[in-house]
């Protein structure tokens, strides 16, 4: 369970160019609870994922995971139970290693390391197998250097490592906006498999309104440093021009980015 109270993140503190980014979030999620989150330009979105995954100092609040104050820990000692991927597709793999040698990196995150690297044979063959659940062929690339696979293959790659051992919590930041529409939807249906097989809780920032509404249980809806609303079941009655008109009610508007999504 994720329990955020009364969070607060302040950005050039005492300048003329102090900026609240967040203002007072509030945020409860249950275990397994998969979350999309929309908003405008400077919502907070990606302010929130890096203030959870500690990315950024916060100015004030809590940030419990699983009944542990995590507000002030470490970046590095989050990663150990938080997987996050961003919307480059480069980020969170080491494009010449191995597509093995890249899964045992993440494979052995949070453990006691071994004297001197190398894949095990039993470790090969779990991550054969958990290739061949991406339905990429990669599970007869494993020796093929990373940065020779395609965007998608790259993602989705990194979706693997980041849920290889299961983690508390899952953060996507816009993880398919990089990718063309057809590669991005397989990727989001990997992403639902993924994250439902494995009852991971997760926040997921998306930029396309119909994969806020169509995925996950529940949707976030940010403004100004603050959350508008949390949908859950009306969701499925909803469609994009309601939206539009959540967000007028609340005066503000979104981008041509998401209009045309």
């Known amino acids: 369970m994720l329990s955020i109270k009364d969070l607060r993140v302040v950005f050039n503190k005492g300048t003329n160019n102090e900026k609240v980014a967040l203002d007072g979030i509030d945020l409860e999620l249950s275990d397994g609870d998969f979350v999309t989150v929309i908003g405008s330009n400077g919502a907070g979105k990606s302010t929130l994922l890096n203030a959870i995954a500690g990315n950024i100092e916060i100015e004030s609040g809590s940030i419990i995971n699983n009944g542990v104050d995590i ?5 590095y000692k989050r990663a150990r139970f938080i997987g996050r991927l961003y919307q480059d597709p480069l980020k969170g793999t080491a494009p010449h290693m191995t597509i093995e040698e890249n899964l045992g990196l993440a494979y052995s995150r949070g453990k006691r390391l ?3 690297f190398g894949v095990r044979k039993s470790d090969r063959q779990f991550f054969k197998s958990a290739c061949a659940g991406l339905n990429l062929g990669l599970e007869h690339r494993l020796k093929s250097e990373v940065g020779l696979l395609s965007g998608g293959q790259r993602q989705a790659l990194t979706l693997l490592m980041a849920t290889l051992e299961v983690p508390e919590l899952l953060l996507l930041d816009e993880h398919t906006a990089a990718l063309d529409p057809k590669t991005s939807e397989q990727i989001m249906k990997i992403t639902r498999e993924i994250v439902e097989s494995n009852k991971i809780t997760t926040l997921m920032i998306t930029h396309n309104i119909q994969n806020a ?7 976030l809806v940010m403004s100004g440093g603050r959350i508008l609303t949390i949908l859950g079941e009306e969701r499925k009655n909803m469609d994009i021009s309601d939206i539009m008109k959540l967000y007028a009610a609340n005066h503000d508007s979104l981008s041509d980015k998401f209009i045309l999504s």
């Open 71 to 75: 507000s002030y820990m470490k970046e």
């Open 114 to 116: 071994r004297f001197g």
């Open 213 to 219: 509404l169509e995925y996950g249980n529940k949707t």
